[in-house]
Protein backbone atom coordinates (compact mmCIF):
# COMPACT_ATOMS: atom_id res chain seq x y z
CA UNK A 1 0.00 0.00 0.00
CA UNK A 2 1.81 3.19 -1.10
CA UNK A 3 1.07 7.10 -0.07
CA UNK A 4 -0.52 9.51 -1.95
CA UNK A 5 1.25 12.31 -2.99
CA UNK A 6 -0.22 14.63 -0.26
CA UNK A 7 0.35 12.15 2.18
CA UNK A 8 3.46 11.68 4.14
CA UNK A 9 4.86 8.51 6.40
CA UNK A 10 5.87 11.18 8.94
CA UNK A 11 2.19 12.85 9.25
CA UNK A 12 0.95 9.62 9.68
CA UNK A 13 3.72 8.38 12.57
CA UNK A 14 2.77 11.85 13.86
CA UNK A 15 -0.87 11.43 14.28
CA UNK A 16 -0.92 8.08 15.66
CA UNK A 17 1.55 8.83 17.90
CA UNK A 18 -0.62 11.90 19.27
CA UNK A 19 -4.18 9.81 18.99
CA UNK A 20 -2.21 7.05 21.31
CA UNK A 21 -1.20 9.74 24.01
CA UNK A 22 -4.75 10.99 24.07
CA UNK A 23 -6.52 7.84 23.91
CA UNK A 24 -4.60 6.30 27.21
CA UNK A 25 -5.31 9.63 28.94
CA UNK A 26 -9.08 8.79 28.13
CA UNK A 27 -8.91 5.04 29.57
CA UNK A 28 -7.79 6.43 32.75
CA UNK A 29 -9.93 8.98 32.64
CA UNK A 30 -12.79 5.69 32.26
CA UNK A 31 -10.85 3.71 34.76
CA UNK A 32 -11.70 6.57 37.57
CA UNK A 33 -15.57 6.70 36.75
CA UNK A 34 -15.92 2.69 36.69
CA UNK A 35 -16.44 2.42 32.83
CA UNK A 36 -13.90 -0.31 32.49
CA UNK A 37 -15.50 -2.96 34.39
CA UNK A 38 -18.92 -4.23 31.68
CA UNK A 39 -21.00 -7.08 33.04
CA UNK A 40 -21.77 -8.35 29.12
CA UNK A 41 -18.18 -8.52 28.22
CA UNK A 42 -17.27 -10.34 32.09
CA UNK A 43 -19.97 -12.89 30.79
CA UNK A 44 -18.59 -13.50 27.54
CA UNK A 45 -21.66 -12.19 25.63
CA UNK A 46 -20.92 -9.22 24.55
CA UNK A 47 -20.65 -10.42 20.45
CA UNK A 48 -23.87 -12.86 20.31
CA UNK A 49 -26.68 -11.25 18.51
CA UNK A 50 -29.49 -13.33 19.56
CA UNK A 51 -28.88 -14.46 22.70
CA UNK A 52 -27.31 -10.39 23.97
CA UNK A 53 -28.15 -7.85 21.94
CA UNK A 54 -31.47 -8.79 20.18
CA UNK A 55 -33.30 -9.87 23.34
CA UNK A 56 -31.73 -6.95 25.28
CA UNK A 57 -33.38 -4.63 22.41
CA UNK A 58 -36.52 -6.25 22.40
CA UNK A 59 -37.31 -6.25 25.99
CA UNK A 60 -36.85 -2.58 25.67
CA UNK A 61 -39.40 -2.10 22.76
CA UNK A 62 -41.91 -4.67 24.63
CA UNK A 63 -44.84 -3.04 25.90
CA UNK A 64 -45.29 -5.72 28.46
CA UNK A 65 -41.67 -6.20 29.39
CA UNK A 66 -40.10 -6.58 32.62
CA UNK A 67 -39.08 -3.15 32.41
CA UNK A 68 -42.23 -2.10 33.66
CA UNK A 69 -42.22 1.31 31.06
CA UNK A 70 -44.91 0.32 29.29
CA UNK A 71 -44.85 1.83 25.59
CA UNK A 72 -42.92 4.57 26.35
CA UNK A 73 -39.19 2.96 24.81
CA UNK A 74 -40.87 1.62 21.45
CA UNK A 75 -42.47 5.34 20.72
CA UNK A 76 -38.74 6.49 21.19
CA UNK A 77 -37.50 4.00 19.21
CA UNK A 78 -40.07 4.72 16.22
CA UNK A 79 -39.37 7.93 16.61
CA UNK A 80 -35.51 7.86 16.34
CA UNK A 81 -35.88 5.53 13.11
CA UNK A 82 -38.30 7.75 11.89
CA UNK A 83 -40.72 5.46 11.65
CA UNK A 84 -43.78 6.17 8.65
CA UNK A 85 -45.82 3.37 9.42
CA UNK A 86 -49.17 2.39 10.90
CA UNK A 87 -48.12 0.35 13.37
CA UNK A 88 -50.92 0.84 16.66
CA UNK A 89 -48.52 1.05 19.28
CA UNK A 90 -51.54 0.45 21.92
CA UNK A 91 -51.74 -3.40 20.62
CA UNK A 92 -48.23 -3.76 19.62
CA UNK A 93 -46.64 -7.11 20.86
CA UNK A 94 -42.59 -8.16 20.39
CA UNK A 95 -41.31 -11.85 19.62
CA UNK A 96 -37.64 -12.42 19.79
CA UNK A 97 -36.42 -15.18 16.58
CA UNK A 98 -39.96 -15.34 15.06
CA UNK A 99 -40.47 -18.46 13.11
CA UNK A 100 -42.22 -17.00 9.82
CA UNK A 101 -42.07 -20.61 7.62
CA UNK A 102 -40.17 -23.38 6.75
CA UNK A 103 -36.97 -21.83 5.04
CA UNK A 104 -37.48 -22.06 0.95
CA UNK A 105 -35.81 -19.51 -1.62
CA UNK A 106 -37.40 -16.74 -1.09
CA UNK A 107 -39.64 -16.91 2.08
CA UNK A 108 -39.39 -18.13 5.78
CA UNK A 109 -37.05 -18.37 8.05
CA UNK A 110 -36.37 -16.85 11.31
CA UNK A 111 -36.80 -13.16 12.07
CA UNK A 112 -34.34 -11.57 14.67
CA UNK A 113 -37.27 -9.33 16.15
CA UNK A 114 -40.54 -8.65 14.82
CA UNK A 115 -43.38 -6.16 16.34
CA UNK A 116 -47.09 -6.27 15.23
CA UNK A 117 -50.51 -5.02 16.09
CA UNK A 118 -53.92 -6.40 15.81
CA UNK A 119 -54.63 -4.47 12.65
CA UNK A 120 -52.23 -6.78 10.69
CA UNK A 121 -49.08 -4.09 10.45
CA UNK A 122 -45.57 -5.28 10.79
CA UNK A 123 -42.21 -4.50 11.80
CA UNK A 124 -39.21 -6.64 11.51
CA UNK A 125 -35.83 -5.78 12.02
CA UNK A 126 -32.74 -7.87 10.86
CA UNK A 127 -30.19 -7.93 13.31
CA UNK A 128 -26.44 -8.16 12.49
CA UNK A 129 -23.27 -7.52 14.63
CA UNK A 130 -20.77 -9.96 12.88
CA UNK A 131 -22.58 -12.38 11.27
CA UNK A 132 -22.73 -12.93 7.61
CA UNK A 133 -26.10 -12.22 5.32
CA UNK A 134 -27.67 -15.10 4.58
CA UNK A 135 -28.56 -16.10 0.77
CA UNK A 136 -31.59 -14.14 -0.30
CA UNK A 137 -32.14 -13.20 3.68
CA UNK A 138 -34.11 -9.98 3.60
CA UNK A 139 -35.86 -11.23 0.23
CA UNK A 140 -37.46 -13.82 2.32
CA UNK A 141 -38.40 -11.57 5.52
CA UNK A 142 -39.62 -8.63 2.44
CA UNK A 143 -42.14 -11.63 1.43
CA UNK A 144 -43.64 -12.25 4.83
CA UNK A 145 -46.34 -10.05 5.29
CA UNK A 146 -45.79 -8.09 2.35
CA UNK A 147 -47.42 -4.76 2.08
CA UNK A 148 -48.16 -4.28 5.69
CA UNK A 149 -44.33 -5.14 6.73
CA UNK A 150 -41.74 -2.44 7.49
CA UNK A 151 -38.05 -4.11 7.22
CA UNK A 152 -35.08 -3.30 8.76
CA UNK A 153 -31.73 -3.88 8.92
CA UNK A 154 -29.65 -3.00 11.74
CA UNK A 155 -25.88 -3.10 11.74
CA UNK A 156 -23.32 -1.64 13.67
CA UNK A 157 -22.20 0.78 11.16
CA UNK A 158 -24.92 1.35 9.21
CA UNK A 159 -24.33 -1.01 5.98
CA UNK A 160 -26.36 -1.85 3.57
CA UNK A 161 -27.32 -5.94 3.19
CA UNK A 162 -25.35 -7.48 0.25
CA UNK A 163 -26.14 -8.60 -2.91
CA UNK A 164 -26.68 -12.17 -1.50
CA UNK A 165 -29.05 -10.93 1.00
CA UNK A 166 -31.27 -8.50 -1.30
CA UNK A 167 -31.27 -9.90 -5.35
CA UNK A 168 -32.41 -12.99 -6.41
CA UNK A 169 -31.52 -14.59 -9.66
CA UNK A 170 -32.48 -17.67 -11.25
CA UNK A 171 -31.03 -18.59 -15.04
CA UNK A 172 -28.55 -15.26 -14.60
CA UNK A 173 -32.15 -13.38 -14.73
CA UNK A 174 -32.51 -10.69 -11.77
CA UNK A 175 -36.15 -11.83 -10.70
CA UNK A 176 -35.88 -9.26 -7.44
CA UNK A 177 -33.48 -6.65 -6.11
CA UNK A 178 -34.21 -5.09 -3.22
CA UNK A 179 -33.22 -1.22 -2.87
CA UNK A 180 -31.68 0.11 0.88
CA UNK A 181 -34.18 3.12 2.16
CA UNK A 182 -36.97 2.05 -0.39
CA UNK A 183 -37.76 -1.97 -0.10
CA UNK A 184 -36.11 -2.40 3.43
CA UNK A 185 -34.32 0.41 5.94
CA UNK A 186 -30.58 1.00 7.00
CA UNK A 187 -30.10 1.88 10.91
CA UNK A 188 -26.86 1.11 12.56
CA UNK A 189 -25.91 0.39 15.83
CA UNK A 190 -23.68 3.71 16.51
CA UNK A 191 -26.20 5.96 15.78
CA UNK A 192 -29.85 4.74 15.84
CA UNK A 193 -29.77 2.27 18.73
CA UNK A 194 -26.93 4.90 20.98
CA UNK A 195 -29.15 7.54 20.42
CA UNK A 196 -32.35 5.52 21.67
CA UNK A 197 -30.85 4.15 24.71
CA UNK A 198 -29.89 7.29 25.88
CA UNK A 199 -33.14 8.92 25.55
CA UNK A 200 -34.14 5.17 27.23
CA UNK A 201 -31.76 5.90 29.98
CA UNK A 202 -33.09 9.11 30.85
CA UNK A 203 -36.62 7.96 30.98
CA UNK A 204 -35.53 5.63 33.55
CA UNK A 205 -33.98 7.82 36.02
CA UNK A 206 -35.98 7.12 38.57
CA UNK A 207 -35.57 3.19 37.97
CA UNK A 208 -32.33 2.73 39.37
CA UNK A 209 -31.41 -1.14 38.12
CA UNK A 210 -33.16 -0.61 35.11
CA UNK A 211 -31.26 2.59 34.48
CA UNK A 212 -27.82 0.83 35.41
CA UNK A 213 -28.15 -1.73 33.12
CA UNK A 214 -29.37 0.59 30.32
CA UNK A 215 -25.94 2.30 31.19
CA UNK A 216 -24.29 -0.70 30.89
CA UNK A 217 -25.28 -1.79 27.60
CA UNK A 218 -24.37 1.84 26.19
CA UNK A 219 -21.51 1.10 27.12
CA UNK A 220 -21.08 -1.88 25.47
CA UNK A 221 -22.86 -0.45 21.94
CA UNK A 222 -19.98 2.49 22.52
CA UNK A 223 -17.18 -0.24 22.62
CA UNK A 224 -18.38 -1.67 19.70
CA UNK A 225 -18.63 1.05 17.62
CA UNK A 226 -15.66 2.34 18.44
CA UNK A 227 -16.88 5.69 20.54
CA UNK A 228 -15.52 4.85 23.63
CA UNK A 229 -12.99 7.71 23.30
CA UNK A 230 -16.17 10.37 23.44
CA UNK A 231 -16.58 13.13 20.69
CA UNK A 232 -16.00 15.66 23.28
CA UNK A 233 -12.75 14.73 23.32
CA UNK A 234 -11.07 18.01 22.12
CA UNK A 235 -7.46 16.88 22.14
CA UNK A 236 -8.49 14.26 19.78
CA UNK A 237 -10.01 16.47 17.28
CA UNK A 238 -7.66 19.17 17.08
CA UNK A 239 -4.81 16.20 16.15
CA UNK A 240 -6.96 14.91 13.52
CA UNK A 241 -7.63 17.85 11.86
CA UNK A 242 -4.27 18.97 12.22
CA UNK A 243 -3.45 16.29 9.97
CA UNK A 244 -6.72 16.03 8.13
CA UNK A 245 -4.73 14.30 5.15
CA UNK A 246 -3.15 11.68 7.54
CA UNK A 247 -6.54 10.28 9.35
CA UNK A 248 -8.30 10.58 5.79
CA UNK A 249 -5.74 8.08 4.12
CA UNK A 250 -6.00 5.88 7.71
CA UNK A 251 -9.67 5.89 7.48
CA UNK A 252 -9.57 5.12 3.92
CA UNK A 253 -7.30 2.26 3.93
CA UNK A 254 -7.05 0.51 7.14
CA UNK A 255 -10.09 -1.60 6.69
CA UNK A 256 -8.31 -2.55 3.33
CA UNK A 257 -4.93 -3.63 4.13
CA UNK A 258 -7.00 -5.65 7.18
CA UNK A 259 -8.35 -7.91 4.52
CA UNK A 260 -5.57 -7.88 2.59
CA UNK A 261 -3.95 -9.60 5.46
CA UNK A 262 -6.57 -11.81 5.71
CA UNK A 263 -7.10 -12.75 2.79
CA UNK A 264 -2.90 -13.58 1.65
CA UNK A 265 -3.35 -15.73 5.51
CA UNK A 266 -6.31 -17.78 4.11
CA UNK A 267 -4.03 -18.62 0.87
CA UNK A 268 -1.03 -19.57 2.87
CA UNK A 269 -3.53 -22.29 4.69
CA UNK A 270 -4.93 -23.38 1.51
CA UNK A 271 -1.41 -23.86 0.05
CA UNK A 272 -0.55 -25.70 3.39
CA UNK A 273 -3.32 -27.81 3.19
CA UNK A 274 -2.51 -28.69 -0.35
CA UNK A 275 0.88 -30.34 0.86
CA UNK A 276 -0.64 -32.55 4.03
CA UNK A 277 -3.74 -33.57 2.24
CA UNK A 278 -4.54 -36.46 -0.25
CA UNK A 279 -5.21 -34.71 -3.67
CA UNK A 280 -6.99 -37.49 -4.58
CA UNK A 281 -9.75 -37.60 -2.31
CA UNK A 282 -9.86 -33.72 -1.90
CA UNK A 283 -10.26 -30.47 -3.75
CA UNK A 284 -9.72 -27.32 -2.52
CA UNK A 285 -11.97 -24.09 -3.46
CA UNK A 286 -12.46 -20.47 -1.41
CA UNK A 287 -14.65 -18.30 -3.08
CA UNK A 288 -16.22 -15.28 -1.67
CA UNK A 289 -13.30 -13.00 -1.37
CA UNK A 290 -12.55 -11.60 2.26
CA UNK A 291 -14.33 -8.24 2.80
CA UNK A 292 -16.35 -6.56 5.61
CA UNK A 293 -20.08 -8.11 4.62
CA UNK A 294 -19.06 -11.66 3.44
CA UNK A 295 -17.92 -14.78 5.52
CA UNK A 296 -14.70 -16.05 3.76
CA UNK A 297 -14.21 -19.39 3.83
CA UNK A 298 -12.48 -22.53 2.24
CA UNK A 299 -14.43 -25.68 1.18
CA UNK A 300 -12.81 -28.86 1.47
CA UNK A 301 -14.87 -31.20 -1.46
CA UNK A 302 -14.73 -35.04 -1.20
CA UNK A 303 -14.14 -36.17 -5.08
CA UNK A 304 -15.04 -39.66 -4.41
CA UNK A 305 -18.09 -38.75 -2.22
CA UNK A 306 -19.32 -35.26 -4.28
CA UNK A 307 -22.87 -37.18 -4.31
CA UNK A 308 -23.50 -36.94 -0.68
CA UNK A 309 -23.58 -33.38 -0.44
CA UNK A 310 -21.18 -33.29 2.39
CA UNK A 311 -17.64 -31.34 2.47
CA UNK A 312 -15.68 -30.34 5.22
CA UNK A 313 -16.04 -25.98 5.75
CA UNK A 314 -13.46 -24.13 7.30
CA UNK A 315 -14.65 -20.20 8.94
CA UNK A 316 -14.77 -17.22 8.90
CA UNK A 317 -11.44 -15.82 7.62
CA UNK A 318 -13.23 -12.49 7.06
CA UNK A 319 -14.16 -12.05 11.05
CA UNK A 320 -17.48 -12.40 10.17
CA UNK A 321 -20.57 -15.35 10.73
CA UNK A 322 -21.16 -17.86 13.22
CA UNK A 323 -20.27 -17.59 16.72
CA UNK A 324 -19.04 -13.80 16.21
CA UNK A 325 -16.48 -14.87 13.51
CA UNK A 326 -14.26 -16.98 15.12
CA UNK A 327 -12.75 -19.71 12.78
CA UNK A 328 -13.92 -23.41 13.14
CA UNK A 329 -13.88 -26.43 10.58
CA UNK A 330 -16.51 -28.22 10.47
CA UNK A 331 -18.68 -30.67 8.35
CA UNK A 332 -21.28 -29.53 6.64
CA UNK A 333 -24.60 -31.15 5.02
CA UNK A 334 -25.79 -28.89 1.73
CA UNK A 335 -28.57 -31.40 1.19
CA UNK A 336 -30.02 -30.70 5.15
CA UNK A 337 -31.74 -33.95 5.12
CA UNK A 338 -29.11 -36.62 6.73
CA UNK A 339 -30.74 -36.61 10.03
CA UNK A 340 -29.34 -39.77 10.98
CA UNK A 341 -25.31 -38.61 11.23
CA UNK A 342 -23.61 -38.92 14.12
CA UNK A 343 -23.87 -35.12 15.24
CA UNK A 344 -20.30 -33.95 17.26
CA UNK A 345 -18.14 -31.88 18.62
CA UNK A 346 -18.49 -28.11 19.83
CA UNK A 347 -21.61 -28.12 17.92
CA UNK A 348 -23.80 -25.71 20.58
CA UNK A 349 -25.52 -23.01 18.70
CA UNK A 350 -24.75 -24.52 15.17
CA UNK A 351 -27.96 -25.94 13.29
CA UNK A 352 -27.54 -29.69 13.18
CA UNK A 353 -29.36 -29.84 10.33
CA UNK A 354 -26.68 -29.00 8.37
CA UNK A 355 -23.79 -28.74 10.58
CA UNK A 356 -22.78 -32.92 11.49
CA UNK A 357 -18.94 -31.59 13.45
CA UNK A 358 -17.45 -28.57 14.71
CA UNK A 359 -13.92 -27.90 16.03
CA UNK A 360 -12.84 -24.25 16.27
CA UNK A 361 -9.24 -23.68 15.64
CA UNK A 362 -6.79 -22.63 18.64
CA UNK A 363 -3.83 -20.98 18.56
CA UNK A 364 -1.90 -20.85 21.78
CA UNK A 365 -4.91 -22.26 23.54
CA UNK A 366 -6.92 -19.19 22.09
CA UNK A 367 -9.76 -19.52 19.42
CA UNK A 368 -8.93 -17.59 16.31
CA UNK A 369 -10.48 -13.96 15.20
CA UNK A 370 -9.43 -12.09 12.21
CA UNK A 371 -11.25 -9.22 13.33
CA UNK A 372 -8.76 -9.17 16.34
CA UNK A 373 -6.49 -6.23 15.83
CA UNK A 374 -4.02 -8.35 18.46
CA UNK A 375 -3.73 -11.58 16.23
CA UNK A 376 -3.62 -10.01 12.74
CA UNK A 377 -0.90 -8.02 13.96
CA UNK A 378 0.91 -11.50 13.93
CA UNK A 379 -0.30 -11.87 9.74
CA UNK A 380 1.39 -8.64 8.77
CA UNK A 381 4.69 -10.46 7.90
CA UNK A 382 4.04 -13.77 5.85
CA UNK A 383 7.92 -14.11 5.65
CA UNK A 384 8.27 -14.11 9.46
CA UNK A 385 8.83 -17.75 11.44
CA UNK A 386 6.06 -16.57 14.12
CA UNK A 387 3.58 -16.32 10.79
CA UNK A 388 5.05 -19.79 9.21
CA UNK A 389 4.35 -21.12 12.65
CA UNK A 390 0.81 -19.91 13.38
CA UNK A 391 0.21 -21.08 9.10
CA UNK A 392 1.60 -24.73 10.22
CA UNK A 393 -0.03 -25.32 13.40
CA UNK A 394 -3.61 -23.71 11.56
CA UNK A 395 -3.03 -26.34 8.64
CA UNK A 396 -2.16 -29.47 10.90
CA UNK A 397 -5.56 -28.51 13.20
CA UNK A 398 -7.46 -28.56 9.93
CA UNK A 399 -5.52 -31.45 8.50
CA UNK A 400 -6.36 -34.16 11.47
CA UNK A 401 -10.16 -32.68 11.97
CA UNK A 402 -10.22 -34.47 8.03
CA UNK A 403 -8.44 -37.36 8.00
CA UNK A 404 -10.19 -38.48 11.35
CA UNK A 405 -13.54 -37.77 10.54
CA UNK A 406 -13.19 -38.84 6.69
CA UNK A 407 -13.48 -42.11 7.86
CA UNK A 408 -16.42 -41.95 9.53
CA UNK A 409 -18.54 -39.98 6.37
CA UNK A 410 -17.20 -43.01 3.93
CA UNK A 411 -18.83 -45.19 6.28
CA UNK A 412 -21.85 -43.94 6.95
CA UNK A 413 -22.76 -43.89 3.38
CA UNK A 414 -21.37 -47.07 2.75
CA UNK A 415 -24.36 -48.42 4.83
Known amino acids: ?5 SVKKNDVSILLKEVAVQQKHQKEI ?14 GVELK ?5 SNFIAELLNPIGSHCMGSVFLKEFLKIINYKGNLDISTAAVKKEFHIAKRDKITGGRIDILINDKNNNYLSIENKIYAGD ?5 IRYYNYKKGNNTLYY ?26 ANKDYYVISYGQHILEWLQSCHKLSI ?4 L ?3 IKQYILLIKK ?44 DVVVKLNEKLDNSLYNLVYPNKVSNKAIAQIFVELKELKHTHFQFLIESFSGYGHHNGDIFIGILDHSGEKNTFPIQGEIEGFETKWWKNIKFILINKERVNLEDNTFLNYLIDPQSDKYQTIVNHFAEQCFVFINKNYPLIENYFKK
Open 1 to 5: MRFGM
Open 206 to 209: NVPQ
Open 49 to 53: ENKTH
Open 154 to 179: LSLDGSIASEASTVYKKDDKVLVSLQ
Open 30 to 43: QKIKGETFNIFSVL
Open 211 to 213: RDS
Open 134 to 138: QENQL
Open 224 to 267: LTNQMIGSDNLEIKKALFKNAEAAQYISNNFQNIKNEIKEQFRK
